[in-house]
T-cell receptor, first 116, second 109 residues
Framework: DTGVSQNPRHKITKRGQNVTFRCDPISEHNRLYWYRQTLGQGPEFLTYFQNEAQLEKSRLLSDRFSAERPKGSFSTLEIQRTEQGDSAMYLC??????????????FGPGTRLTVL | GQNIDQPTEMTATEGAIVQINCTYQTSGFNGLFWYQQHAGEAPTFLSYNVLDGLEEKGRFSSFLSRSKGYSYLLLKELQMKDSASYLCAVIDSNYQLIWGAGTKLIIKP
């Protein structure tokens, strides 16, 4: 399978704990996006990388959230001191960005986080 | 502010045709995507429009009118597997993707 993969698929944690999610993009895709989605809503942008550089981070994103893409391949999203409001589906998407062409994002299956 | 409007839910009959509308007010426009999302799954790419007119792809077609800030997704010969949410997303002037809340499509036999 050469699609976007995410691990774990499900995570249940207690409030106050830290969690880390991993995303492996489609190989050779240079852009990687993180989104959060709650029931009945569209994806909410969190941050994105071009290669290893984090180019943008949502202003709505708390300091408890951090993401890395150290070698320009896989990425991790960490949430510190989780809160019940963090319960959501966390989606990763990747794309091959080429100037002047459509930047189509391909999504992974998501990690569903439940904070008790 | 940036806003994308889609109906929350629609119902259609197997074998019929359904049109899902999307209107947008964004800071600039650099293209519009339609994605399909089955319950509990990730969105999958359906179509992209940047110029006015109709793009046809099998049973699915997508239309864009930039002057009206309007798009629709047309699904023909509906099948039960088409039951899903359909998300409209617009690329704004900063090349950010702005997402609608999605339209839940229910197909009845």
């Amino acid at each position: 399978d050469t699609g976007v993969s995410q691990n774990p698929r499900h995570k249940i944690t207690k409030r106050g704990q830290n969690v880390t999610f991993r995303c492996d993009p489609i190989s050779e895709h240079n852009r990687l996006y993180w989104y959060r989605q709650t029931l009945g809503q569209g994806p909410e942008f969190l941050t994105y990388f071009q290669n290893e550089a984090q180019l943008e981070k949502s202003r709505l994103l708390s300091d408890r959230f951090s993401a890395e893409r150290p070698k320009g391949s896989f990425s991790t999203l960490e949430i510190q001191r989780t809160e019940q409001g963090d319960s959501a589906m966390y989606l990763c998407a990747s794309s091959l960005f080429l100037a002047g062409e459509v930047d189509t994002q391909y999504f992974g299956p998501g990690t569903r986080l439940t904070v008790l | 502010g940036q806003n994308i409007d889609q109906p929350t839910e629609m119902t259609a009959t197997e074998g019929a045709i359904v049109q899902i509308n999307c209107t947008y007010q964004t800071s600039g426009f650099n293209g519009l995507f339609w994605y399909q999302q089955h319950a509990g799954e990730a969105p999958t790419f359906l179509s992209y429009n940047v110029l006015d007119g109709l793009e046809e792809k099998g049973r699915f077609s997508s239309f864009l009118s930039r002057s009206k800030g309007y798009s629709y997704l047309l699904l023909k010969e509906l099948q039960m597997k088409d039951s899903a949410s359909y998300l409209c997303a617009v690329i704004d002037s900063n090349y950010q993707l702005i997402w609608g809340a999605g339209t839940k499509l229910i197909i009845k036999p």
